[in-house]
């Protein structure tokens, strides 16, 4: 404008002379040696000077790139939520187009972060180009969630094309040739659905290398949040690809399938689980149950008992406490279940060839493909799912299945008009009302049941055995083996056997306390196996007789075992572990302890030594322990810890209070 002085420009390359000149002036005269306060004044404004050209650079590209930018970022996320949500609906029409909408937005994103980070100047701003390296890595990890979302919506879309796109249809209303092609769809999808989680991995370690500092800062708990979710996802799909080769065999395809099934009743324990009061026989064929046929255990054993048939002396403990002869009732002696699996097809085969004529229950000339093991806690939580179950005039709901059919074949046979011969009928009876009952679950529930059956197994209330060694390896991948499990460092399994105490399992609470401490020659363990018996005598419960074992990391050497009720303590080994076991007896209504006290081997001191200790323990099959304690003292101060919830005392003292609804891992690490 005419009349004013042109507004002076500001140099900010050149104009930090200006502020040396000012800072040169900057001093006191009457001090002979540099004053230290200019110095620190020049670097402070030198850093406000580079600061701002940082910020002026930084957002003056970012301004002229915001639209773009800003606009690609919203359609991605909407994209991406919108995917979402329609897998969830399992609309894989929808689901594919926004996931492949995603998917590209977040690419077209990718490349302008690219252009920026290759601009001159702020390649040369570290502030900068971190910032937008990590939203590079978030961009990435989105631009994976999305196209693992395409893949699963292309094998969504194969499933719906299967069954004809019938949504709620029920599996027992498609043709042969439906199962026959869902079943071969299922088998096929593993490397589709190793695929999809391939890419959900990838997306994990972008996700991880997201710092959530700077602009990030305000995702920082959505980005946390989004990994949970990609976590439980892989192992979610991994599960499901093991289960596409899994589950066309054991529904009988392409070839029929045959398995022998125990019941296994936990209010009576035993080391796999329970007393096998009832077996059964399932053969598949394409998708089809075509038989399923349940007896009393009995029917095997007492025409081969009283026959003097087989003559079997039974482990020590047995032959002791319960039984001088070993028959099929009591061949799931070992608490692991392969070597188990394998004892109880060897006493069905034995029996079966021997049962006389008039006692032929069986009617099968095959050979199992395998043994399956269930307890009352798997059929508990189905019945949440499909409802409750009426047989023969009776109501069975997930509250009173196990007491009320123990009734029922226990006492109520007798008023009943029924033979103790048939009174335990009538669990094949349910049993198979609750087979139709899943099978007719509308394909949208299908992953709630997988879900409860993946819950049931890693509490080892399902246990699956398969001759196939391949398959018996996917088995145990899946969590479903019941093996006993190898350890690298301290190791324990409590196992009870119930021996003559009819059903109190029922009505003992156990917990336990495990001690660790270092002594003057090594570390020493100190377990206390704590029993409470709530009940009193009657037709149901007896005093608790339970033979214990524990088994340990091999090599550790017993020191004693206390509250032995008869008998000695015995040692051994088995399944690569030192085996503790000894009787005891707890009366009703009273409480009592099985304490061992053991040394542990040199291995495990030695990597305490080395930084790192690691403590697993195993849930016995059909175990109620309910509370454990852990008391972790070595003299060695502590560093780390998992789980975070220990209680810490000193530097050296860590207490866990936990349950064991499933196995658990304890890790420490220690102060150089």
């Known amino acids: ?121 702020l390649k040369r701003i570290k502030l900068a180009d971190d910032e937008l390296a990590d939203i590079e890595r978030l961009l990435r990890g989105l631009e994976l969630i999305s196209l693992s979302m395409e893949k699963s919506a292309l094998i969504g879309q194969e499933f719906k094309n299967v069954i004809s796109g019938q949504k709620g249809a029920n599996f027992t209303e498609f043709s042969r040739e439906e199962k026959q092609s869902l079943l071969k769809l299922i088998y096929e999808s593993g490397p589709e659905l190793n695929g999809v989680k391939a890419n959900l991995e990838l997306a994990l370690l972008e996700l991880d290398r997201v710092s959530g500092r700077g602009v990030l800062s305000p995702l920082k708990a959505k980005i946390d949040e989004a990994k949970g979710q990609v976590r439980s996802t892989i192992v979610f799909l991994g599960q499901m690809s093991l289960a596409s080769e899994l589950l066309p065999e054991i529904s009988g395809y392409p070839k029929s399938s045959a398995f022998l099934v125990l019941f296994q009743n936990s209010d009576e324990l035993r080391p796999t689980g329970g007393f096998l009061g009832t077996y059964g026989i399932l053969e598949t064929d394409s998708g089809d149950i075509v038989r399923f046929d349940t007896h009393d255990i009995y029917h095997m054993d007492m025409p081969v008992e009283a026959g003097r048939k087989l003559s079997l002396t039974p482990p020590d403990p047995i032959k002791l406490y319960l039984n001088n002869k070993w028959y099929m009732r009591d061949s799931n002696w070992s608490p692991d279940w392969p070597t188990a699996a394998k004892q109880i097809l060897w006493f069905y085969d034995q029996e079966d060839s021997l049962l006389p004529p008039k006692d032929q229950i069986n009617d099968f000339s095959g050979e199992f493909n395998g043994v399956i093991g269930i307890t009352p806690a798997l059929v508990k939580p189905l019945l949440g799912i499909i409802g409750p179950v009426t047989v023969a005039g009776e109501t069975y709901d997930k509250n009173n299945f196990t007491e009320l059919l123990e009734y029922k074949v226990e006492q109520d046979y007798v008023n009943q008009n029924i033979s103790s011969w048939e009174r335990k009928e009538v669990i094949g009876s349910i049993l198979e009302e609750i087979k139709v009952r899943l099978f007719d679950l509308p394909y949208l529930r299908w992953p709630e049941a997988f879900g409860q059956l993946s819950l049931s197994a890693s509490a080892r209330d399902l246990q699956v055995y398969l001759r196939d060694e391949y398959l018996n390896g996917l088995v145990k991948e899946m969590g479903m083996g019941g093996e006993i499990k190898e350890a690298s460092g301290d190791y324990w399994l409590a196992v009870d056997a119930n021996l003559g105490a009819r059903k109190s399992d029922a009505v003992v609470v156990k917990t336990a306390d495990y001690q660790v401490r270092r002594g003057v020659d090594g570390l020493y363990a100190k377990l206390t196996l704590n029993y409470a018996h709530g009940g009193k005598i009657d037709w149901r419960t007896d005093d608790y007789k339970t033979y214990t074992r524990v088994y340990a990391p091999s090599g550790s050497r017993l020191i004693k075992i206390s509250g032995i009720a008869k008998g000695k303590a015995e040692v051994g080994e088995e399944g690569g572990k030192a085996v503790f076991g000894a009787f005891f007896n707890i009366k009703a209504g009273t409480s009592g302890q099985a304490v061992f006290e053991y040394k542990l081997p040199a291995y495990i001191d030695d990597k305490i030594k080395n930084g790192e200790y690691q403590l697993y323990i195993q849930k016995q099959a059909g175990s109620r322990l309910s509370k454990v304690k852990i008391d972790f003292d070595v003299g060695t101060g502590v560093k780390s810890y998992d789980p975070a919830n220990a209680e810490k005392k000193g530097q050296n003292n860590l207490i866990w209070s936990t349950d064991l609804s499933a196995d658990k891992e304890f890790l420490v690490g220690f102060k150089n």
């Open 1 to 121: 404008m005419l009349g004013k002085k042109s507004p002076k420009k500001i140099d900010f390359l050149f104009g930090h002379e200006k502020f040396e000149d000012l800072i040169d002036h900057l001093h006191l005269h009457h001090k002979k040696k540099r004053n230290w306060l200019p110095l620190i004044a020049k670097a402070i404004l030198w850093s406000l000077v580079l600061a701002l050209i940082s910020a002026l650079l930084f957002g003056g590209i970012m301004a002229w790139k915001y639209r773009g930018v800003y606009g690609l970022a919203m359609s991605g996320k909407d994209s991406l939520e919108k995917s979402l949500l329609s897998a969830k609906l399992q609309n894989f029409d929808e689901m594919l187009s926004d996931s492949q909408s995603a998917a590209a937005y977040f690419s077209d994103l990718l490349e302008e972060i690219k252009k920026l980070r290759d601009n001159f100047l």
